[in-house]
């Protein structure tokens, strides 16, 4: 198959980083397809030093993503679909597509619906969290949503929880299927704490707390500095490493500094999606105190390098980290992440076990079902006579 991929989530020259997920899986989609990927790019954020970006197997481009800030959101993916349009129409209209595959429900399934229409081919919605969680209960944006899901000729899910929100909008529950995302276990597996450690320079015997993620307030990184604050009357060497970039970093470096513990907090930006190997063994604990969530891959990841995790019951956490694996709590409540951090740092835990859970979550399984989504959406749409209009 010839398959577009429409996404604010992939790498770009101004965001390497951006979708380490979404680079992961179509990546090997590209293995078995002609795979071509266009990433919508904020006109605010194209500024600053420009990265090469090479993903294997994927024809990869972007486009810029004009609206009007602060306003008419509502009005988002209209701006989506024809920024696109405007600037990449013309090509895509002779390239022969058979389906396309848009990632992330708003604006980006909404647009990419209309530019399906446009090309006359089905196309496959992916749903990862907010975009239902929180952008779907207002209520303008979860009607353009619901009749994306509607029309599509399938709907995947991250997690069960995500996959009946998707139906209670609208989607088609026959063509709507739960794929977790999978892990690379060549990189993320058990290994030498130690020898993590020394490379990262922390200190071999501390009690390391890990956070990896965006620095903003609903993936509870201020929930986390408060618990620490507790966290430290019990395990005062206890040392927390935020790992990601964020408009919540000098929030977090505020409160640190007037919590006296600044020394035992430490922000090391956003680094590669390889080096957060080391990371993940170096820690005691994964902490991922989200307040809303698909399922998070540094959840899985940390888990296949057999370290526990502390995250909320939200979304599809449940699903993935059994009891053997870390503890769960609340979202919004500091004190219960503190104890549940106490807990996991207080008691030994089966890496071996954990990371055995985690391996179940292959790449390779959940590619073999994307695709056979995306054949059965084409597979059942009417036979092309020529592009829509």
Sequence with gaps: MKILVLTNLFPTPWDPRRGAFNRQQFERLGRRHEVQVLTAVDFRERHGQRSAVEVPGVVAGWFTYFYPPGVGRVLHAVCWGLSLWAQRGRVLRHAGFDCVLASWGYPDAVAAGWVARRLGVPYVVKVHGSD?????????????????????????????????????????????????????????APG????????????????????????????GCLDLIEAFLWLRETQPQAMLVYVGAGAARDDIKQRASAGAIGSHVRLVGAVDHAALADWFRAANVLCLPSHNEGVPNVVLEAMASGTPVVATRVGGIPEVVPDYAGNLVPAHDPQ??????????????????????????????????????????????????????
Excluded: M
Excluded at 207 to 219: F, Q
Excluded at 345 to 354: E, S, T
């Design 192 to 219: 030498s704490r130690v020898e993590a450690r020394e490379r990262l320079g922390v200190p071999a015997a501390v009690p390391l707390v890990l956070y990896v993620g965006n620095l903003k307030p609903a993936k």
């Design 336 to 389: 219960a992440l503190c104890a549940a951090l106490q807990d996991v740092l207080g008691r030994p835990w089966d890496a071996a076990r954990i990371a055995c859970h985690a391996a179940e979550f292959r790449w390779e399984d959940n590619v073999d079902r994307l695709e056979r989504s995306l054949c059965a959406a084409v597979a059942a749409a009417p036979v092309r006579t020529g592009n829509a209009t």
């Design 132 to 188: 239902l969680n929180v952008i779907a209960t207002h209520a303008l944006r979860r009607w353009q949503i619901a009749r994306a899901l509607r029309r599509a000729g399938g709907v995947v899910a991250v997690s069960r929880a995500l996959a009946e929100k998707a139906v209670a909008i609208g989607a088609d529950p026959a063509r709507t299927e739960v794929i977790y995302n999978g892990v690379d276990g060549k990189l993320f």
